[in-house]
């Protein structure tokens, strides 16, 4: 068998990995996190909490990666801080007014870097 057949064999049905940027109006969105939403059912959905500088990486239920295919991605906002009565404490998250892409991501298998660009609802 030749290495490029074999490599297309063991290819075959391998989660991939998940990571890359947030931005929204070209700079990094620092907090909230995404969802990768399967299109196809049966398939897990996946979440990644966003970093300071604006880099997620994507997790499953049990870590065990994302199934190849079509995903939706939405983006949830940091919650609004409250007071032990429900107020809200302070200035409203700055990106709660963004959405995720209208268009879906492609995932594959092995590694992936997807930069996420958010839209403003």
């Known amino acids: 068998m030749s290495a490029a057949v074999l490599a297309a064999f063991v290819g075959c049905g391998a989660n991939g990995t998940v990571t890359g940027m947030v931005t929204a109006n070209g700079e990094a ?27 997620y990486a994507m997790r499953t239920a049990g870590d ?34 963004y959405q995720g892409p209208a268009e879906t991501v492609n995932v594959v298998s092995y590694e992936n870097t997807i930069p996420v660009e958010l839209e403003k609802r």
């Open 64 to 97: 065990e990666g994302l199934t190849p295919g079509e995903y939706r991605v939405l983006y949830m906002p940091p919650d609004q801080r409250e007071d032990e009565n429900g107020r809200p404490i302070g200035k409203p998250p700055k990106w709660r007014s």
């Open 29 to 55: 969105v620092d907090s909230g996190s995404l969802v990768f939403q399967p299109i196809e059912t049966g398939v897990k959905p996946a979440i990644g909490y966003i970093g300071n500088d604006g880099t």
